[in-house]
T-cell receptor
Framework: EAGVTQFPSHSVIEKGQTVTLRCDPISGHDNLYWYRRVMGKEIKFLLHFVKESKQDESGMPNNRFLAERTGGTYSTLKVQPAELEDSGVYFC????????????FGPGTRLTVT | AQSVTQLGSHVSVSEGALVLLRCNYSSSVPPYLFWYVQYPNQGLQLLLKYTSAATLVKGINGFEAEFKKSETSFHLTKPSAHMSDAAEYFCAVSEPGSASKIIFGSGTRLSIRP
């Protein structure tokens, strides 16, 4: 069974540009989560989808971040316009349940904003 | 509010020595507790989790952790370190019923000396 995949693995963009990160969850997992780790600090929750609906987006830092999950399969996270402080590693996780006990993480996308 | 504190951003032990990674949590309700590991260029992998059953939890690769409510701690141990244990370890907490977010500590990088 394929795990959670993320694309790209690494993205380098200039301040003010737009970047779209993609996450493909494990097949059949209705729950999809985004997290990010900035500057070697703790990994922080961004948001949680149940199928195509946003269950909890309390961790989204500001309106420059837009997450979508059309059709309830893969998800995208767009940053527009990117700022220097957005640099970090963005993780995606998926889960078959909503309990949070079985989150399977992808390898992450390292975003560098210059 | 929930929080996690990991003591020591970097721990170095000799091969064959005891591994002890410290974690303290703060939660207003009995929490779920986790230890995740991230090997280089890989995603986060769940080592073990505590869900209010046995206070001593055994995980993969010989690791275990003990939930101590009186000390609000969930330290991770392994009796004998192996070179393959070199990785970054994250302690995390979630609130039962929260259905989504996991709160992570800042991580501890474990190095193994030959």
């Amino acid at each position: 069974e394929a795990g959670v995949t993320q694309f790209p693995s690494h993205s380098v963009i200039e301040k003010g540009q737009t970047v779209t990160l993609r996450c493909d969850p494990i097949s059949g997992h209705d729950n999809l989560y985004w997290y990010r780790r900035v500057m070697g600090k703790e990994i922080k929750f961004l948001l949680h989808f149940v199928k195509e609906s946003k269950q909890d987006e309390s961790g989204m830092p500001n309106n420059r971040f837009l997450a979508e999950r059309t059709g309830g399969t893969y998800s995208t996270l767009k940053v527009q316009p990117a700022e220097l402080e957005d640099s970090g590693v963005y993780f995606c996780a998926s889960s078959p349940t909503q309990t949070g006990l079985e989150q399977y993480f992808g390898p992450g996308t390292r975003l560098t904003v210059t | 509010a929930q929080s996690v504190t990991q003591l020591g951003s970097h721990v170095s032990v000799s091969e064959g020595a005891l591994v002890l990674l410290r974690c303290n949590y703060s939660s207003s309700v009995p929490p779920y507790l986790f230890w995740y590991v991230q090997y280089p260029n890989q995603g986060l992998q769940l080592l073990l989790k505590y869900t209010s059953a046995a206070t001593l939890v055994k995980g993969i690769n010989g690791f275990e952790a003990e939930f101590k409510k009186s000390e609000t701690s969930f330290h991770l141990t392994k009796p004998s370190a192996h070179m393959s244990d070199a990785a970054e370890y994250f302690c995390a907490v979630s609130e039962p019923g929260s259905a989504s977010k996991i709160i992570f500590g800042s991580g501890t990088r474990l190095s193994i000396r030959p």
